[in-house]
Each structure stands twice: as structure tokens, then as C-alpha cells.
Nanobody, 126 residues
């Protein structure tokens, strides 16, 4: 069982930056594909970014590509997403997720992820 705790959300003006963190429990962090998802009011939860266990591969939604950067520190059991040039449409609850190791996972699919954090609110004002 992996427990995930997000932090770093808040209120920021359009064009500003935030860095979200997600810290995981356990000793197998480096084995887990890690992802960030978000859910805006009245909308379904959507993929934002993902990173493989080694950090060697990253994946981004088109809507955040070039503005967000996902990274991880396996020594600290933590995954980050640096969010720059924020827009009002980035306003959402952001969730961290971890996937158990499996063959050829699809990092953008929510069903690949076995553990979820409780989320952190990001609000971007115009």
C-alpha cells in the first residue's frame, strides 16, 4: 500500500508559477510510474503529466506541454510538477497518483494508477 500526500497548491495570478509536490510512503517508490491529474469544477478528471520510475521518460498533456515540468527525487520519495505561465483554465484540484509496476502501462490512463492522493487546490486568477 502506498500513501500519497500532495502539497504546494494555492492561489496565483495568471502568468505566475507554482510547484506541486507529492510525497509517497514506502520503500518501493522508484518502481512506480507517477502521474499528475487534475479535475476542474464540473469537468472530468484529466491527465496532466507522468514520469517513469527512473525518471527517464516523461509524458504531458498537450494543454500543459511547454509550461509544466514533471520530475522526481527517488531519494526523497517525492514527485514534483513545476507549473509556469499558469492560466485561469489551469484552475483545478490536482491529484498525484502511483502505478504498481506492470508491463507496458499507458501513463495517460487513469485506470493504470493504483494509488491516489487527496488532491491540492490550484486557483489561477485572471
Amino acid at each position: 500500500q502506498v500513501q500519497l500526500v500532495e502539497s504546494g497548491g494555492g492561489l496565483v495570478q495568471a502568468g505566475g508559477s507554482l510547484r506541486l509536490s507529492c510525497t509517497a510512503s514506502g520503500r518501493t517508490f522508484s518502481r512506480h510510474l507517477m502521474g499528475w491529474f487534475r479535475q476542474a469544477p464540473g469537468k472530468e478528471r484529466e491527465f496532466v503529466a507522468a514520469i517513469t520510475g527512473s525518471g527517464g521518460s516523461t509524458y504531458y498533456a498537450d494543454s500543459v506541454k511547454g509550461r509544466f515540468t514533471i520530475s522526481r527525487d527517488n531519494g526523497k520519495n517525492t514527485v514534483y510538477v513545476q507549473m509556469n505561465s499558469l492560466k485561469p483554465e489551469d484552475t483545478a484540484v490536482y491529484y498525484c497518483a502511483a502505478a504498481e509496476p506492470r508491463y507496458a502501462p499507458s501513463p495517460v490512463k487513469q485506470y493504470e494508477y493504483d494509488y491516489w492522493g487527496r488532491g491540492t487546490q490550484v486557483t489561477v486568477s485572471s
